[in-house]
């Protein structure tokens, strides 16, 4: 029976189990990787692990959308709509960035020919 639990337990806290390895992953390639669009990567599956991880934070067992209806039950459990609109935003930041991002990296690739962060340092 306690086995059960623990298991139980595990499976309904694999989201930020996760979202910390994907997070350790990005962090890997943003450290490790000497290109510059690996980099970038890497921030993009550490932003992606933040997401996945407020979005699991405003989880409520049982809840709803607080939206009140012909059908809403007479007592609701609602969930905060808070971490789900932050993270729509949050993407959309993200979408832009990477956007720019790349977009600068065309250009620095046009003048230097070299996307490798060391060689890069050699160049000045």
Known sequence: MINNEIIAKAYSSI?????????????????????LIKKFMGLNIIETSV???IISSGLVEGGIAPIYTKTTPANPVFVNPIPQALILTAIVVAVSTTALA???????????????????????
């Open 15 to 35: 989201n930020y189990v996760v979202a910390v390895t994907l997070f350790c992953i990005g962090l890997y390639a943003l450290i490790i990787k000497p290109n």
């Open 51 to 53: 997401f996945l991880f």
């Open 102 to 124: 790349l977009s600068l990296m065309i250009k620095l690739y046009d003048q230097c020919g070299t996307l490798n962060a060391n060689k890069l340092k050699e160049l000045r």
